[in-house]
């Protein structure tokens, strides 16, 4: 289904930068300045570059941190805010039926 989505407004790029080119030769060379990433200048593809080994160990690395710095500034905050009666949750009693 995200496949069939996605064809459509490709396709139609493709067609756009397709009509670009014929009308106006320079572009080409603008489209191949974009492509150089991907292909050698005979128009050989080139490999594919090394994945990071462990790169699913960063992530969890990185996001543990940030999680564990954000809550502990938040809890700081919210206690800076009810400490100086700038923020004080409500008791409600309603809780207790």
Do not use: W
């Not at 080119?21 to 300045?33: D, S, T």
Request: glycine fraction near 4%.
């Amino acid at each position: 289904m995200i496949v069939s989505r996605l064809a459509f407004p490709i396709s139609h790029a493709l067609q756009r930068v397709t009509r670009r080119v014929a009308e106006h030769p320079h572009n080409l060379r603008i489209l191949q300045r974009h492509m150089s990433s991907v292909y050698f200048r005979s128009g050989a593809i080139k490999p594919k570059p090394e994945e990071m080994p462990f790169g699913l160990l960063a992530i969890f690395c990185a996001v543990i941190p940030g999680l564990f710095v954000g809550a502990t500034i938040s809890k700081n905050v919210a206690n800076f805010l009810e400490e100086n009666d700038l923020f004080v949750p409500a008791d409600d009693d309603d809780d207790e039926d």
